[in-house]
């Protein structure tokens, strides 16, 4: 697996096609994805349902936020509560297309059977 390629999200097969439609820069459809990898072909969904794994690498994506947003803040401002909780949960909300991205990125390449050896 290279950095590289989960960074751009490229196939996990031949590193060229695009796994998403859209660049993540288009927000308003950054969930699209490519059936298929339009260089090699290969399916970008190896069996119905795969992606609901990915549940859980999304999840971690959000803790580690969290916890990056959290400890600055703590440190350096200490605020009120409730300023924790509107700042955690806005960054929670700003990263869902950071996140969703990336954890059926990471999910594809880890689990999808796909990678060359
Ligand atoms: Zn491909």
Not at 18 to 33: G, L, N, Q, T, Y
Not at 54 to 69: E, G, N, P
Not at 96 to 114: C, D, E, M, N
Request: proline share 7%.
């Amino acid at each position: 697996m290279k950095a590289k390629e989960v960074w751009q999200g490229k196939c996990p097969r031949c590193s060229e096609g695009d796994i998403f439609v859209h660049p993540i820069s288009k927000i308003s459809r950054f969930s699209e994805m490519n059936s298929h990898c339009a260089k090699c072909g290969v399916t970008f969904e190896p069996e119905p349902g795969f992606y609901y794994g990915s549940l859980f690498v999304s999840y971690a994506f959000t803790i580690a936020i969290m916890v990056i947003v959290w400890v600055p803040l703590y440190v350096i401002l200490n605020p009120p509560d409730w300023v924790y909780g509107a700042t955690l949960v806005g960054f929670s909300i700003l990263s869902i297309p950071f996140s969703f991205r990336y954890s059926r990125i990471l999910f594809l390449y880890w689990f999808g059977g796909l990678t060359n050896k």
